[in-house]
Every structure is written in C-alpha cells, then in structure tokens.
C-alpha cells in the first residue's frame, strides 16, 4: 500500500515478537544477547500508542502499526488495504477483531477523534442536528432533525444501506464521547435495515 512502509519479513518478526491471540498483544522475544536493550524488555509488552489510539512498535529506528505485524504474523503477508478494527477499539488487536478493508470501508467504521464534538455524520446548525454522509468522491445530505442520535441513527443507517456490515451497528462506538451524551440507543442488531443499496 502506498505511502506504507514495508513490513520485515515474517521470519524476522517471528525472531522479534510472541503473540497472544487471546489478549491482541505482542511481547518482545528473549534473544540472548547480553547487555542489549532486548535484555531489558524481552518479555515485556508492547504497549506504545501513536496518534488515534493504534499500537506502535518501533524496529530498527522505524516505526510500525502493531495491526499491520500481528496480520502479517496471523497470514503470512503483510495486508493489502487498511486493517479496520472491527469494534472500533484501535488497540483491540485480537484476530476476530482485524479485518483488511478498503480506505472507504475503514473511514466509514472509524469512531473518530477524541476532540469530535458531535457524532459522526452530525452537525448543528441554528439549534437543530444536520446530517450529511460522503460517499464516492460525493457529499450527500441526508435530512434535519431535533436530536443529536436521531441525526446519527440516519446518518448509520444511510451509511449501512451502501457498506452493510462494514459498519458497527452500536452508535456509541461511533463517538469518541458517547458516554457523555448518554446515548439512549442499545446496540441496533435489534434496527431493522431495509434492502442494501449502492446510491444514496
């Protein structure tokens, strides 16, 4: 992918890393070499995030996405597209949770930044809630509404009618925040979805 920089080799991240598919995370590997940072830390685990929550590991002066080597360990390459957290956890690395998505896919399922201070797909404007969605190369508005989460819950359901389940179906996973707001919505398995389209 471009823009990416290549993985080592899964021979050198076997030599390198021990993981754990139970908890998602990677410990540095004992390699005998005395005095060396690694005999220090072998065995501790890599816990460094970088920007928007993702665990970063640092080889050889580089710095990787920890996703990005725990596929190439679980695969045997390195990912084509982007990994999407499927639960929108950025440092939730367990295998059921990685999947290798588009850009759009991912962009579609990201719960954004901390500092977002609507939910995504929402905006206020003159005391009522704007809700718009952009989707290939285009931007799309949806409709206006009273509530904040009813904006966000047309904005999901939009959203679910062009990508199906490349989307969380919970709206709190979609807001840094959602705790703040009291989200009044469960986890909508229980919404009814119409038939998936592909125009909005």
Request: include cysteine; proline fraction near 6%; hydrophobic fraction near 30%.
């Amino acid at each position: 992918m471009r823009g990416v920089i290549p993985l080592p080799s899964v021979a050198r991240l076997k030599k390198l890393f021990h993981f754990n598919r139970r908890r998602g995370t990677l410990r540095w590997k004992r390699r005998n070499i005395k005095g060396s940072w690694n005999a220090k830390n072998a065995g501790k685990i890599i816990q460094g995030r970088g920007v928007g929550g993702h665990v970063k590991v640092g080889i050889n002066g580089r710095k990787y996405a920890a996703h990005r080597i725990i596929w190439k360990l679980l695969t045997g390459r390195a990912p084509r597209n982007e990994i999407d957290h499927i639960n929108g956890i950025p440092f939730d690395n367990r295998p059921e949770n990685l999947r290798d998505v588009s850009r759009s896919v991912n962009a579609v399922n990201n719960v954004g930044y901390p500092q977002r201070q609507f939910p995504k797909g929402v905006r206020l404007d003159y005391g009522r809630y704007y809700c718009s969605i952009n989707w290939n190369y285009r931007h799309y508005h949806i409709g206006v509404f009273d509530s904040m989460w009813e904006a966000h819950i047309a904005y999901l359901l939009v959203a679910y009618s062009i990508h199906g389940d490349a989307i969380s179906r919970d709206p709190s996973k979609h807001h840094a925040k959602s705790s703040r707001y009291n989200c009044p919505y469960r986890p909508f398995g229980q919404l009814r979805f119409g038939p998936r389209k592909q125009t909005v």
